[in-house]
């Protein structure tokens, strides 16, 4: 039975491997990897980006709205805040 397979197989499969597909990690000054140095300048940029806002008279919720619409002009990466 083709049902009774796949399940079986997906419950073996899901249960032999924990999953590891993702690690946390703290980016600090000592760290100084690269992803650590493109997440502070995502963060400069958003400060700038949302002073300029703020100075054109945008509201909170349109500067919000703007910022997470954002990319960065380095790499192209959306910068969430």
């Known amino acids: 039975n083709r ?6 197989t997906a419950l073996g499969l899901t249960a ?3 999953a590891r597909a993702f690690t946390i990690q703290s980016c600090d000054n000592a760290a100084g990897s690269l992803t650590c140095t493109e997440l502070a300048r995502h963060d400069e940029t958003l400060a ?3 002073a300029m806002l703020a100075e ?3 509201s ?4 919000k709205a703007t910022l997470a619409l954002a990319r960065c ?4 990466a959306l910068m969430v805040g």
């Open 3 to 8: 049902r009774h397979f796949l399940t079986v």
């Open 16 to 18: 032999a491997a924990p």
């Open 48 to 50: 700038k980006l949302d």
């Open 56 to 58: 054109k008279g945008l």
């Open 60 to 63: 909170e919720d349109q500067r």
């Open 73 to 76: 002009p380095f790499c192209g």
